[in-house]
């Protein structure tokens, strides 16, 4: 039996591969294959690592063959992965999308990317993304614009763009991507494919390219809310030598996956802030939370508005933190970063104390009233960008960032835990993304409404035609 990556998971490919349905290898060969047919014409990728991947793949059909009933800590035993170019690799060149790291080869893997090939991940190779995570069309002038899947003319989203493209085409089955303003969950949602954003220090970022050393976050693109739960017991953990790494035990996402969301009480975000988005998207997001009530919650319309000043304060956040990383590549060559990226690392630069100073004021209330808002509510859904996804041509990457991090950005200022998954389509085929949001740690709590929403609903088994 052949892998068929129309359907496939991560969890039904684990357990293809423990009945030996196939081997780690063939797996391996089948996304490579895909690589091979559809980066020419997606772009997912900027270094494919066919050999290393072959290689990996042995070694997990190996380990299967010895141990097959002691692989409790291989919980990615041969699941193929594709990283986001911000993570360092050993021996791999790490290019954050840009010109500066063109050359760039690590002598160490980032922390995450150990630990997922210490649990049997088998690496694909580096994708393409947002130049320096900043931004979010995955337009990018030095290695090309990812193209979506479900329509070449339109983008990605990012700045994890080659990553939900990959997971989207079946060129992986999992892919790490990185989250500032929205750069897992956007993509995730205008590619048709589960991201999610941990809480703020729950996965390290020791050996990630930064943007913002107070914002930034890693986490999984998957297919499906179980996948994103299995992958995220992969990746958390408390890293002493990351500072932003918190020592919080790691629950199990996976234990009460199955238990619903029946007497949940549910906060469907409603107001003027978000009721300006395309009506076809609120119109899969109140589908959506028909589906909770269907299943026994009660859901309870809340006006979110108040979510604008949070989005404003993280863009200027993000690139305050951003110009003060790249500071000294701004000065030496600006010329050397996308007019777009330039325009914007310029713009943070430029921030007063003052106006950084109120930001990180709008953060510490923000996660101050979202403690009040879940000590009544188990979770929040809404939109996860307001539209779908924008042409290529003729889209303005900044005015981009400001209209599609409208719903991601305030829960990276407030480090909540958050999950889209796919809700429906458009008129024209385009997917639409529903973000759940839950406290601080509650990951699994995410998770789960997710899952009990992929159990009632088929969006997330559709597949572009590609």
């Not at 992965?81 to 002598?107: N, V, W």
């Not at 931004?135 to 329509?151: E, Q």
């Not at 899952?451 to 572009?464: D, K, M, S």
């Amino acid at each position: 039996m052949k892998p068929d990556l129309s359907t496939i998971n991560l969890f039904t490919a684990l357990e293809q591969l423990c009945r030996r349905e196939f081997s780690a290898l063939e797996l391996t060969e089948a996304c490579l294959r895909q690589i091979e047919r559809l980066n020419p014409t997606i772009n997912a990728f900027i270094t494919p690592t066919p050999e290393l991947a072959r290689l990996g793949a042995l070694q997990a059909g190996a380990l299967l063959t010895v141990q097959p009933s002691n692989l409790e800590q291989f919980a990615l035993l041969g699941m193929p992965i594709a990283l986001k170019d911000l993570f360092e690799t050993a021996g791999i060149r790490t290019t954050a999308g840009s010109k500066f790291f063109a050359d760039h080869i690590p002598r160490e893997d980032a922390q995450v990317v150990l630990k997922l090939k210490l649990s049997g991940g088998v690496v694909l190779g580096k994708a393409n993304m947002h130049e320096i995570a900043l931004g979010v069309t995955g337009v990018n002038p030095h290695y090309g614009a990812v193209k979506n899947p479900w329509d070449l003319k339109r983008v990605t989203g990012g700045s994890s763009s080659g990553s939900a493209a990959a997971v989207a085409t079946g060129m992986c089955l999992t892919a790490l991507g990185t989250d500032t303003g929205g750069s897992i969950r956007i993509p995730a949602s205008l590619c048709g494919v589960v991201g999610l954003k941990p809480t703020y220090g729950r996965v390290s970022t020791r050996g990630v390219v930064p943007l913002s050393w107070n914002l930034d976050h890693v986490g999984p693109l998957t297919r499906t809310a179980r996948d994103a739960a299995m992958m995220l017991a992969a990746m958390a953990g408390f890293d002493p030598h990351d500072p932003a790494s918190a020592d919080i035990p790691v629950e199990d996402y996976l234990v009460h996956l199955e238990d619903g969301v029946r007497g949940w009480r549910v906060a469907l975000a409603a107001g003027e802030y978000v009721e300006a988005s395309d009506p076809q998207v609120l119109g899969g997001v109140s589908e959506a939370a028909q589906v909770f009530i269907d299943l026994g919650a009660q859901v309870e319309k809340v006006d979110m508005s108040w979510l604008a000043d949070l989005a404003l304060a993280n863009g200027r956040m993000t690139q305050a933190d951003g110009a003060a990383f790249h500071r000294e590549r701004l000065a030496e060559r600006p010329d050397w970063f996308g007019a777009d990226v330039r325009q914007r690392l310029e713009t943070g630069a430029a921030l007063t104390s003052s106006e950084y100073a109120l930001a990180r004021r709008t953060q510490t209330e923000g996660r101050r009233r979202f403690e009040m808002f879940f000590e009544k509510f188990d979770i929040l859904v809404l939109p996860t960008t307001p539209i779908p996804a924008p042409p290529i041509e003729g889209t303005q990457a900044i005015e981009a960032a400001r209209q599609l991090t409208r719903f991601t950005a305030p829960f990276n200022l407030a480090g909540l835990p958050a999950l889209s998954v796919p809700c429906g389509f458009t008129g024209g085929n385009l997917p639409i993304g529903l973000q759940i949001i839950s406290r601080h740690w509650g990951e699994a709590k995410a998770l789960q409404a997710g899952h009990a929403f992929e159990q009632a609903t088929e969006w997330h088994n559709c597949r572009p035609n590609i």
